[in-house]
């Protein structure tokens, strides 16, 4: 049960802070969600997990959307969302061996 505590834990900062970020209230994203305040209270502090459906509607109240990845994509996806040093490097990259004569897509 640790993994779920953790896991809603960290969900309803990621949220609080959504809210924060968005100048509203508890009681506003609420509303928004169709949901009552102190539901809305209990997920963001971790305490109650919420539906599939509730926690879309609580995103979307905050101007986002919940997206399901892969486990093996989240690395990717991560980099992604960094900021990185040199802001004028791609996202993506190709590699070269010695002998080829054009990058491309590795096999």
């Known amino acids: 049960m640790q993994r779920n505590s953790e896991a809603t834990q960290q969900l309803g ?3 609080r802070d959504a809210r924060k970020q968005a100048g509203l209230t508890q ?3 609420a509303e928004r969600a169709g949901i009552t305040r102190p539901r809305y209270r209990d997920i963001e502090r971790g305490d ?3 539906r599939a459906t509730t926690l879309i509607n609580v995103a979307r109240a905050l101007g986002m959307e ?3 990845i892969p486990q093996a994509m989240v690395p990717g996806v991560n980099s992604l969302l960094r900021p990185s040093e040199d802001e004028d490097r791609p ?3 190709t590699q070269m061996d010695d002998d080829d004569e054009h990058p491309g ?3």
């Open 13 to 15: 900062r990621l949220l």
């Open 27 to 29: 009681e506003q994203v």
């Open 48 to 50: 109650a997990a919420a």
């Open 66 to 68: 919940l997206m399901l």
């Open 91 to 93: 996202a993506f990259t």
């Open 105 to 107: 897509p590795r096999p």
